[in-house]
């Protein structure tokens, strides 16, 4: 069974609500998982205003974002959004995604990959993201997409008494 990809819209947001809270779940039982400065999980009220801003970024061109449905379930998102629009830095994206443990392996993530830069081609030069540095399934994903690491961030994240180094990663489009 293959996921469809397509454009996130308003009624999303319940479906994209709890694929984040199984993210916070997820992560609050691998510490290692998720890339997430904020290892509290957000009130819904704080992720309907990130949900409703990030769609208006969608509409003013500066973000893009895809969600990949499975049996009427949203089970993946992918966004990216620009640096800082209007500055010196509107030509860099910032990418990220994420795809539920359950459907992990099926190509969903690749798939949202390959629309967002198909996309991000005619509105980005670069792309950046974020990855802990202990994750090696994400990092080979990302470079099989041809992200390369321009920096490691050593001990960027304590939790649970555990440091978490953190690699920065780019993506040059043109």
Aim: glycine share 6%; net charge positive; aromatic share 14%.
């Amino acid at each position: 069974m293959e996921a469809k990809i397509r454009r996130a819209k308003n009624p999303d947001f319940k479906e994209v609500l709890g694929l984040n809270r199984r993210m916070y779940a997820e992560a609050r039982k691998d510490p290692k998982f998720g890339d997430y400065l904020f290892f509290k999980q957000p009130s819904k009220q704080k992720m309907q205003r990130w949900f409703n801003t990030l769609l208006k970024d969608v509409r003013s061109n500066n973000a893009i974002y895809y969600v990949a449905e499975l049996n009427g379930h949203i089970v993946g998102q992918c966004f990216i959004r620009r640096d800082t629009p209007g500055s010196e830095l509107s030509h860099v994206g910032i990418f990220s995604i994420l795809v539920d443990k359950n459907y992990r392996n099926m190509g969903i993530g690749s798939s949202l990959i390959e629309s967002a830069i198909k996309t991000a081609r005619d509105n980005y030069e670069i792309l950046h993201l974020r990855v802990f540095s202990s994750n090696s399934r994400a990092k080979r994903l990302y470079r099989r997409y041809g992200f390369r690491t321009f920096g490691i961030a050593p001990k960027f994240v304590k939790r649970n008494r555990v440091y978490l180094d953190r690699d920065y990663m780019y993506l040059n489009l043109r």
